[in-house]
C-alpha cells in the first residue's frame, strides 16, 4: 500500500512568491492535515480537511490556505511569502474511524524563502 | 488549552543501556497520548498511543511507554537502545474531544545512542 505522497519535495522561492504544495494520502483515508515544522517553533499544526471540507484550523495568517479535493488529494497554498514562511511542511491522513489521532506522514516538502 | 512538554532537548545513551525519553501533558478531560519518531530528512512515524486501558503501551520497534496519571506524564522506553534508534522524537497529545485529528506535539528530544 502506497504511503502519503507530498511534491514538491524541496522548493525555493523568493518572497513575496506564492507556492502549492500537493498531498496524496493513503487509499482509503478521508482526513488530510498539514503541519508545518521549524526549527524555532517545532510542529504546528495547519488545518485539517475531512471529505473536501476544513474542520479544524491552526493559529496562521490568511495567507495559508488548503483545500480538499473530492479523491481526498489536498492542497496547500501559501501567498505573499516571507523569509519565515521556510519550513518542513508535513502531510498526514487517516482513516479518521475512530479519531484516534493515528497520523500517517508523507516526508514533507522543504520550502526555502529567499 | 491542551500542551505537552519534553524537559530534555537531548539524551545521550550507550547502545546496549536502557533509554527514557520523558513528556509531561496538561490536557482537560482524558488524554489521547501518542509518540512519534522522525529520522533524518523524514516525515514521522508513529510508536505508539495510550487512548484508554493499561498504563503500559508497547508499540513499534521495542518500544513502549507508561502513563502516569497523578504525575501526568508518558514517559517513552525501551529496554535496550541501538543505535539506529538515535533519531528525533515527539511527544503528542490530541487537541481535546472536538480536535479531530489536530495534534499538540512538544518541542521534541534528540536521542543519540552511542556505540
Known amino acids: 500500500k502506497a504511503g502519503v505522497t507530498q511534491t514538491p519535495r524541496y522548493l525555493i522561492k523568493t518572497r513575496g512568491q506564492q507556492v502549492t504544495l500537493s498531498c496524496s494520502p493513503i487509499s482509503g483515508h478521508r482526513s488530510v492535515s498539514w503541519y508545518q515544522q521549524t526549527p524555532g517553533q517545532g510542529l504546528q499544526f495547519l488545518f485539517e480537511?475531512?471529505?473536501?471540507?476544513?474542520?479544524n484550523k491552526g493559529n496562521f495568517p490568511g495567507r495559508f490556505s488548503g483545500r480538499q479535493f473530492s479523491n481526498s488529494r489536498s492542497e496547500m497554498n501559501v501567498s505573499t511569502l516571507e523569509l519565515g514562511d521556510s519550513a518542513l511542511y508535513l502531510c498526514?491522513?487517516?482513516?479518521?474511524?475512530?479519531?484516534?489521532?493515528?497520523?500517517?506522514f508523507g516526508e514533507g516538502s522543504r520550502l526555502t524563502v529567499l | 488549552a491542551q500542551s505537552v512538554a519534553q524537559p530534555e532537548d537531548q539524551v545521550n545513551v550507550a547502545e546496549g543501556n536502557p533509554l527514557t525519553v520523558k513528556c509531561t501533558y496538561s490536557?482537560?478531560?482524558?488524554?489521547?497520548l501518542f509518540w512519534y519518531v522522525q529520522y533524518p530528512n523524514r516525515g514521522l512515524q508513529f510508536l505508539l498511543k495510550?487512548?484508554?486501558?493499561?498504563?503500559l503501551v508497547k508499540g513499534s520497534y521495542g518500544f513502549e511507554a507508561e502513563f502516569n496519571k497523578s504525575q501526568t506524564s508518558f514517559h517513552l522506553k525501551k529496554p535496550s537502545a541501538l543505535v539506529s534508534d538515535s533519531a528525533l522524537y515527539f511527544c503528542a497529545v490530541r487537541d481535546g474531544a472536538g480536535g479531530y485529528n489536530k495534534l499538540i506535539f512538544g518541542a521534541g528530544t534528540r536521542l543519540a545512542v552511542h556505540p
Open positions: 490536557v482537560s478531560g482524558n488524554p489521547y
Open positions: 480537511y475531512f471529505s473536501e471540507t476544513q474542520r
Open positions: 495510550y487512548i484508554t486501558g493499561d498504563n
Open positions: 498526514a491522513s487517516t482513516t479518521d474511524r475512530t479519531n484516534t489521532g493515528e497520523l500517517f
